[in-house]
């Protein structure tokens, strides 16, 4: 690709205004589409950092974003997010509903998501429902667990199982 004798030649370049590396025409970068073109270019957005709810901050009503949330103070609602953190001081008294779920505090409702982490100092009363989950050595859980393909779905099981079952006919 170099030889050495043009390395370390000092005459001057006469291709100084080819870029380096394109030989051939073809190769070289193309301009930008003209201004009347429809095209535009965007960078690829960055993703946003996590909503964070401080300790001294309490909410009452629901939350919903496609983002990220991190909970440290009380929420009376429902929250859905893609990725839910609830701190240790965290108290939430409603559902949850979250693609990940990392609980380190205190949730007293129905917990939906595909993966659900309890830590140590996790207080859970209510109901899991998880593709996936981990219960880590000292976490409170009281409820039950339930493993589902799609646990994001509002629907369980059972609402399903009892639609599919024909009523009872009445004595006339």
Not at 3 to 9: A, G, L, Y
Not at 98 to 116: E, H, Q, S, Y
């Amino acid at each position: 690709m170099f030889s050495k004798s043009k390395i370390n030649d000092p005459s001057p370049r006469t291709d100084a205004a080819k870029p380096m590396g394109f030989d051939n025409p073809l190769d070289a970068p193309k301009s930008p589409a003209p201004a009347g073109s429809d095209f535009k270019a965007a960078a690829p957005k960055a993703k946003p950092p996590a909503s964070m709810l401080s300790s001294d901050l309490h909410i009452t009503g629901n939350m919903k974003t496609t983002g990220d949330i991190q909970v440290e103070g009380t929420v009376e609602g429902d929250i859905r997010a893609h990725l839910l953190t609830i701190g240790e001081t965290a108290t939430i008294k409603g559902e949850v509903i979250a693609d990940d779920v990392v609980i380190n505090g205190r949730i007293v409702g129905r917990v939906r998501g595909l993966k659900v982490r309890l830590t140590s100092t996790a207080r859970v009363e209510g109901d899991i429902i998880h593709k996936t989950i981990a219960i880590e050595s000292g976490a409170h859980f009281e409820g039950s667990v339930q493993r589902q393909d799609d646990p994001l779905n509002a629907k369980s099981k059972a609402a399903t199982a009892a639609a599919a079952q024909p009523l009872p006919k009445a004595d006339t």
